[in-house]
């Protein structure tokens, strides 16, 4: 299995990667495009979340407690007292962070059904509606984030499959098969569950129809291979290559020679010197 920060290292390349052709694409608002980004480096470490006693899995909740605790703040702020805005931030935090983190735990296993393919689609819904109805995003941004997720955490999934092969010793860990699967089949009615979940939260999602125009749009992937490679110069540096032509060397310098070659006679005889 791969450490932590291979996870977040491997993670964020992919998700910048991402995030860069769809800046490239200009489909979204740059503020959203970070937004998404997140979503994508958030995916690359969520099936870590069911280690218990584990710094990935403190880190997740703690991160998920900050989030839920400011959403819900965001979204019943205009109606509630300073008072009553304090406890309902403090109570969420808390109830995330140590109440939810505790109950998991008891309920799940490593690598059980959160490192399966089930388990990522849910997490991509719930990341659409999340976006979608929390933070009031166009549709089409929320299914973008939701693809992002989704493809950090089946990087997740590849990336412990990959790490599950000894190279060096030539042999295959125990581990192998348990990572990257469709659903856990030592669990099946906790993969019924995640399944059932799964299905009822793509039935809250918004329409997915601007999003796939969008990634089904040949204007857009032409236009994106038109740009995949500078048209002039890279980084916009062009150079004047006549300026570095060869110029002829001023009287009295020493001519300059081709390694390995042999001069004519008549340098032989200029480079000779004079007889006093």
Not at 63 to 88: C, T, Y
């Amino acid at each position: 299995m791969a450490n932590f920060p291979t996870h977040i290292v491997v993670g964020t390349v992919v998700a910048g990667s991402l995030a860069t052709l769809t800046l490239a694409a200009d489909v979204i608002a740059p503020e959203n495009l970070v937004a998404v980004t997140m979503a994508g480096s958030l995916g690359s470490v969520l099936p870590d979340i069911d280690l218990k006693d584990s710094r990935p899995s403190r880190a997740l909740f703690a991160g998920l407690a900050v989030f839920f605790s400011f959403a819900l703040l965001f979204h019943f702020a205009p109606r509630l007292s300073i008072a009553e805005m304090w406890i309902l931030w403090l109570a969420t935090l808390l109830f995330v962070r140590y109440g939810l983190h505790t109950a998991f735990h008891r309920l799940t296993n490593h690598r059980g059904v959160w490192h399966s393919w089930i388990a990522g689609l849910a997490s991509a819904f719930a990341t659409v509606i999340i976006f979608y109805y929390v933070f009031d995003r166009p549709d089409g941004v929320a299914w973008l984030a939701g693809g992002f997720l989704l493809i950090g955490f089946l990087t997740h999934l590849i990336l412990d499959e990959i790490y599950s092969v000894d190279v060096l010793g030539n042999h295959i860990k125990r581990s192998f098969g348990t990572a990257f699967k469709p659903f856990d089949w030592r669990n099946p009615a906790g993969s019924a569950l995640m399944a059932a979940a799964a299905v009822a939260l793509l039935l809250i999602t918004p329409s997915i129809t601007t999003f796939y125009d969008g990634i089904t749009s040949r204007p857009m992937w032409a236009a994106l291979h038109q740009r995949l490679l500078p048209q002039d110069a890279w980084f916009g540096v062009i150079i004047d290559r006549s300026r570095l032509a060869a110029r002829p060397a001023p009287a009295g310098e020493a001519v300059p020679q081709t390694t390995g070659s042999l001069p004519a006679a008549g340098m032989e005889e200029a480079a000779k010197p004079a007889t006093p």
